[in-house]
């Protein structure tokens, strides 16, 4: 069976320096690949490659084995959704409606969601635990609930991969685990693909811990540096590489006697 994603020798340029060169990774069924590296090295740039936005200047993005090249936005959006970093909340439609917007992939230009839809957009909502807010104005909620949200919309896409680009950014401890635990419940109760870009490796960690297949891809200098599981991948060394930090990884016993890796920054070195 193919790959639910399959990025190959991927490559980017605004101008003509590349932003990134010769990326490659894959995504099956109920993993989770963290995307990690400095800022400015194009984690987000090369999502938006993979969602179809940007146009490589070279390379194959491949959706379920199919070519994403000449593929209609509205058939991408049935293979992959989009959690982003950071929603403007300009108008205060209900929750329920910015959910719903979900579903506009399978709708014509002029057509109105049916019941089906609106079933499925409820259904989203109970699955990240926010079918209490339903009915709130968007712009009044936190920034914790708005990316519940933002996941729920992403839901009602029913696509098998979802993609999230830094979705605890700017999050308080409570609701930055709070999105963790949605993400391990989503992969471990449906089978779901999470593609998460992030600034904290500790998510990795954290995933592994509760039983998620937790991959690690670092993109440094136009380039994967790394690739491979999360204890494989997060070393010492290759953080310091990533992020040019001296970096302590240590082992926080927790009360069930598991035993959760954590990284800890020490310093920032000069590279040679």
Not at 52 to 75: C, F, H, S, T
Not at 235 to 248: D, H, M
Request: hydrophobic letters at 45%; a negative charge; proline letters at 6%.
């Amino acid at each position: 069976m193919a790959p639910l994603l399959d990025v190959q020798a991927l490559s980017f340029r605004y101008s003509s320096d590349p932003i990134f060169e010769k990326v490659s990774l894959d995504m099956r069924a109920g993993e989770v690949l963290c995307l990690l590296g400095p800022n400015g090295c194009g984690k987000t740039t090369l999502l938006d490659c993979i969602l179809g936005w940007l146009k490589p200047y070279n390379g194959v993005v491949k959706l379920a084995g199919v070519d994403i090249e000449g593929m209609p936005a509205r058939q991408i959006a049935h293979h992959v959704a989009y959690v982003p970093q950071i929603h403007e909340k300009t108008f205060p439609y209900r929750v329920k409606d910015i959910v719903l917007m979900g579903r506009a992939s399978y709708l014509g230009p002029f057509a109105a969601p049916a019941e089906e839809d609106l079933a499925i957009a409820a259904r989203a909502l109970a699955m990240v635990g926010m079918t209490g807010f339903q009915e709130r104005p968007y712009t009044q909620l936190s920034g914790g609930e708005g990316q519940l949200v933002m996941v729920a919309r992403a839901l009602a896409q029913e696509t098998p991969l979802i993609i999230m680009d830094e979705p605890t950014a700017h999050l308080d401890y409570h609701h930055e685990l709070v999105i963790l635990e949605t993400i391990i419940k989503l992969v471990r109760d449906n089978g779901l693909s999470v593609l998460m870009a992030t600034h904290n490796p500790n998510h990795a960690f954290y995933l592994h811990k509760n039983g998620i297949a937790a991959r690690v891809a670092m993109l440094k200098n136009k380039h994967v540096i790394n690739l491979g599981s999360a204890a494989e991948v997060l070393s010492e060394y290759n953080l310091g590489q990533l992020y040019e930090i001296l970096a302590r990884i240590v082992d926080c016993v927790l009360d069930d006697g598991a035993v959760l890796k954590q990284v800890v920054p020490v310093s920032t070195i000069t590279p040679r």
